[in-house]
């Protein structure tokens, strides 16, 4: 055994992977040749989700923003790490009731706007109990 030389293949693989970088092994130890041609499939949270913590799902039971897209039984993605800014849509608390309304900034102060004709805008007046819970990012319907 003295004096004996190990010499391993030149060749190391394609692909540099650790165990967690893989979903699968192959139990024989190589993997197959259409591995290197795979695609993951499409992962709906890192498409749609940026900040985990701060992103819930909330159901819409209202017909209040159909003329944005958003209809009655629409899943709503919210973020809350998100800025409530003029024009965004946001979920928000008004005096205990959440609303999901366009957000209008101006100089007499807030309004929240419905999409709908059927629904009228709300004034924010100076003494409610308002809070802009978060800003809706997405919308997922069900055809």
């Known amino acids: ?3 004996e030389q190990w010499y391993g293949a030149a060749y190391k693989g394609s692909k540099k992977f650790n165990q967690w ?9 190589f993997g197959a040749a259409a591995d290197d041609y795979m695609e993951r499939g499409i992962d709906l ?6 900040n985990k913590p701060a992103t819930f799902f909330f159901r819409m039971n209202s017909d209040a923003m159909a003329e944005a897209g958003i209809f009655s039984g629409d899943v709503l993605i919210v973020d809350r790490s998100v ?8 979920v928000a608390i008004l005096n205990g009731e959440l609303l999901v ?9 807030i309004t929240l706007v419905a999409e709908n004709k059927k629904y009228g805008n709300i004034q924010v007046e100076e003494f409610s109990s308002y809070a ?6 997405y919308s997922i319907r069900s055809i």
């Open 1 to 3: 055994m003295d004096g």
């Open 21 to 29: 970088e893989i979903p699968t092994a192959n139990a024989t130890g």
């Open 45 to 50: 949270n890192e498409q749609l989700i940026r």
């Open 83 to 90: 800025k409530a800014v003029n024009g965004k849509i946001i």
């Open 101 to 109: 309304r366009r957000l209008q900034t101006h100089i007499k102060g």
């Open 132 to 137: 802009a819970w978060g800003v809706v990012v």
